[in-house]
């Protein structure tokens, strides 16, 4: 898994280079699968990327690791 977010972060600066934007980068939960170390250097390598994560659980480590414009919850088919 790590070896794919290094090929991702790779494409990222390609587009950047080549489209002179920055992409938006989709995340489905890849935090469940990192350890703290992990996580932390995935979150602080992609802070200057729009990004959307989703996950199964929003703890204090995450909350406390980045800055989210916006939360979305989703409960029972809804956004809360």
């Known amino acids: 898994l790590?070896?794919?977010?290094?090929?991702?972060s790779r494409k990222i600066q390609m587009i950047e280079?080549?489209?002179?934007?920055?992409p938006v980068l989709?995340?489905?939960?890849?935090l469940s699968e990192l350890d703290r170390d992990r996580q932390n250097y995935l979150?602080?390598?992609i802070k200057e990327t729009q990004t959307f994560i989703t996950c199964t659980g929003l703890d204090?480590?995450?909350?406390s690791s980045f800055n989210a414009?916006?939360?979305?919850?989703?409960?029972?088919?809804?956004?809360?």
Do not use: M, T, Y
């Open 43 to 45: 979150l602080s390598s």
């Open 69 to 80: 414009d916006r939360v979305f919850h989703v409960v029972k088919g809804g956004i809360e």
């Open 60 to 63: 204090e480590f995450v909350k």
């Open 17 to 22: 280079k080549a489209a002179n934007e920055k």
């Open 2 to 8: 790590f070896i794919k977010f290094a090929l991702v």
């Open 26 to 30: 989709l995340l489905d939960d890849v």
